[in-house]
């Protein structure tokens, strides 16, 4: 379908995304210069294809992004890999029949509470899901597409242990998820203000999605050691 947005790297979806995707070869890449700097690697799967490659490439979790947490768990999950799961376009009732399979193992599953609104206002992001979350698996994140660091914090109080972000050097550049995205500028900021009000040192994990590549996703998890 045509795309006629500034955003776009090209006229229609299909060269858009071209453009946006990383190959094999760069995620592997990506994942060594990662390992070599000692920060983990993860990725979204989007369908079998991109999942059973990620499961060979050797992420530290792999991510289940939205728009596939009603049918992820069709797909073949292998019995040891890690995934965490966002819960945005979901109603309650949906939600809750996706945690009576992952309640099976806890160990295994991150749900992430997560309104899919790009960007989302901050009277949106629902932040009461965090609580929920836990309670069900134990285990809790917060995916966030707002502006400001300040949701983040109070996800952190809440009890958030991971917090997945999108930053970019420019809102204005070409890339899906721009707009929605927060400047660099306000990634020390946020893990150290995790930091501060959790009393705990926060571990960074670099995500980059196997669709929206042109924008960096970093995900913070505490090291509670």
């Known amino acids: 379908r045509p795309r006629l947005d500034n955003h776009a790297f090209g006229p229609t979806e299909y060269e858009h995304r ?10 592997a890449d990506l994942r060594a210069y990662c390992v070599s700097k000692g920060v983990g ?18 992420c530290d979790y792999i991510k289940i992004p ?3 947490n009603q049918e992820f768990l069709s797909w073949d999950l292998g019995v040891t890999d890690c995934y965490h799961v966002s819960f945005g376009m979901l109603t309650g009732a949906e939600r809750d029949q996706i945690l009576r399979v992952l309640t099976r193992d806890t160990r295994r ?12 206002e901050m009277n949106e992001t629902y932040l ?25 914090l109070a996800a952190a109080v809440m009890g958030a242990e991971y917090i997945e972000r999108h930053f970019t050097l420019d809102r204005n550049a070409k890339g899906t998820d721009q707009w929605s995205s927060d400047v660099s500028a306000c990634h020390a900021s946020t893990v150290a203000g995790a930091a501060s009000v959790t009393g705990r040192r926060w571990a960074e994990t670099i995500g980059i999605t196997l669709i929206y590549a042109a924008v960096t996703a970093f995900a913070w998890h505490h090291d509670v050691r």
């Not at 991150?110 to 960007?119: D, E, G």
């Open 18 to 27: 071209k453009a946006l995707e990383f190959s094999c070869d760069e995620h």
């Open 128 to 152: 009461l899901e965090i609580p929920y979350l836990q309670f069900r698996l134990g285990k809790v994140g917060f995916s966030g597409h707002h502006h400001g660091i300040a949701v983040d």
């Open 66 to 68: 939205s728009a596939r």
């Open 109 to 120: 599953w991150v749900p992430y509470a997560c309104t899919s609104k790009y960007p989302c």
């Open 41 to 58: 690697y993860s990725c979204s799967a989007w369908d079998q294809r991109s999942l059973d490659f990620l499961k060979e490439l050797g």
